[in-house]
Antibody
């Protein structure tokens, strides 16, 4: 069973870069079984898929965020990471890392981490 | 992008009631849909994938149906632990997109 755990700062200043890491256990980020993804949820709102890293480095991002997002993988630590640049208050959300199957459904989620953008 | 329109946005129901939630895709997605349950402060949990396949460990009172553009999640007999928010998701193509959610509340 795959387990995922997000880590990173809970507070980021406007215009700066949000950085989060997801540690994976019970599965390998080198595997092509999963699209290792980030998903976010603003307080009281719905879910937004941010992007994935797959098969040791291929990436795909949601178009509205594409210019600001980088997702990368560290196979030596079995982790993948999210960087979101030039953040504003609209980027305040709970950020989840998740494993998206080859059938494009999400079978495992991290517990989520709240990131607040504020000065 | 494929839009997912979910209804109703909220429903009030009693323990033992049958509850049905619907989701409509903006284009045909065959059976590529999924349903999730989310409780406050928790991550979503996969209930149904492939429109009608029950995820391991999920009670059989949950069922999914549909294909093409119209999908349904049914809870046959609502239990106290089922009060939560439910989301549909299209699993046809990236970017993955979700419905707006349905909050199932106690009547």
């Amino acid at each position: 069973q795959v387990q995922l755990q997000e880590s990173g700062p809970g507070l980021v200043k406007p215009s700066e870069t949000l950085s989060l890491t997801c540690s994976v256990s019970g599965g390998s980020v080198s595997s092509d079984s999963y699209y290792w993804s980030w998903i976010r949820q603003p307080p009281g709102k719905g879910l937004e898929w941010i992007g994935y890293v797959y098969d040791r480095g291929s990436t795909n991002y949601n178009p509205p965020l594409k210019s600001r997002v980088t997702i990368s993988v560290d196979t030596s630590k079995n982790q993948f990471s999210l960087k979101l640049s030039s953040v504003t208050a609209a980027d305040t959300a709970v950020y989840y890392c998740a494993s998206v199957t080859r059938g494009y459904h999400i079978d495992y989620w991290g517990q989520g981490t709240l990131v607040t953008v504020s000065s | 992008d494929i839009q997912m329109t979910q209804s109703p946005s909220s429903v009030s129901a009693s323990v033992g009631d049958r509850v049905t939630i619907t989701c409509r895709a903006s284009q045909g997605i065959s059976s590529w849909s999924a349903w999730y349950q989310q409780k406050p402060g928790k991550a979503p949990k996969l209930l149904i994938y492939g429109a009608s396949s029950l995820q391991s460990g999920v009670p059989s009172r949950f069922s999914g149906s549909g294909s093409g553009t119209d999908f349904t999640l049914t809870i046959s007999s609502l239990q106290p632990e089922d009060f939560a928010t439910y989301y549909c998701q299209q699993a046809n193509s990236f970017p993955l997109t979700f419905g707006g959610g349905t909050k199932v509340e106690i009547k």
